[in-house]
């Protein structure tokens, strides 16, 4: 995705944020928060409007969990990042039969280990 004025930016060198006022081919005139002003090279930024641009066009209409009103508990989606041995492991269990219920196992799991620091 190509930057556009507006689009909100980090400097990856420094890690200062600020906004694309302009843009000349591949070189971006920023404003960076602290009021600089500076020309910079597009592969010296990252773009998190034009990631953001990328993603809504690629999914516009993703959605995550459920649709409201179906729940018949009370439950919330919650996403985690777990290493791929553990996740491996995991479905590996699932696949022989082991774990039969993901949400109640991970459920059990997480109120036994919470119970067990609650003592």
Known sequence: MKPQAGDKIAVRAT????IVISVHGDKLRISLSTGETLMVQESELTNFSAA???AWQKMPKRRVGRP???ATSD???VTLRISRDTWERFQAAESAGKIVDRTATVNEWIREKLDEIDK
Not at 15 to 18: F, L, S
Request: no cysteine.
């Open 15 to 18: 890690k200062e944020r600020g």
């Open 52 to 54: 953001a641009r990328k």
């Open 68 to 70: 409201k009103g179906t």
């Open 75 to 77: 439950r919330v989606s």
